[in-house]
């Protein structure tokens, strides 16, 4: 998860619950980080995507949401899968 969702701490923690999955809540402001990365990347200054990715990684804290019970989303999900029928 990143940007300003990431701020919402309860939306963090339902998506690890309702997905079973570690959830990592990154910058707030991905926006900026991004133009950067790709102005470096453009000017040369970095090799690829994946060391813009180390560097944005390295220069903003990052959370981690493990999932917890499940259960009450359960009945949400069977619901959603009724409405693709």
């Known amino acids: 998860v990143v940007g300003g969702?990431?701020?919402n701490e309860?939306?963090?923690q339902w998506l690890?619950?309702?997905t079973g999955i570690r959830v990592a809540a990154g910058p707030t402001e991905t926006t900026v980080a991004g133009n950067l990365i790709m102005q470096l990347?453009?000017?040369g200054?970095?090799?690829s995507l994946a060391q813009g990715r180390q560097?944005?990684?390295r220069s903003f804290p990052m959370r981690s949401f493990e999932p917890g019970e499940?259960?009450?989303w359960d009945g949400s999900y069977?619901?959603?899968l009724g409405t693709l029928a």
């Open 55 to 57: 560097i944005v990684a």
């Open 70 to 72: 499940s259960s009450p």
């Open 16 to 18: 690890a619950d309702a």
């Open 78 to 80: 069977s619901r959603f």
């Open 5 to 7: 969702g990431v701020q």
């Open 41 to 43: 990347k453009g000017m």
């Open 10 to 12: 309860t939306v963090c």
């Open 45 to 47: 200054e970095i090799d």
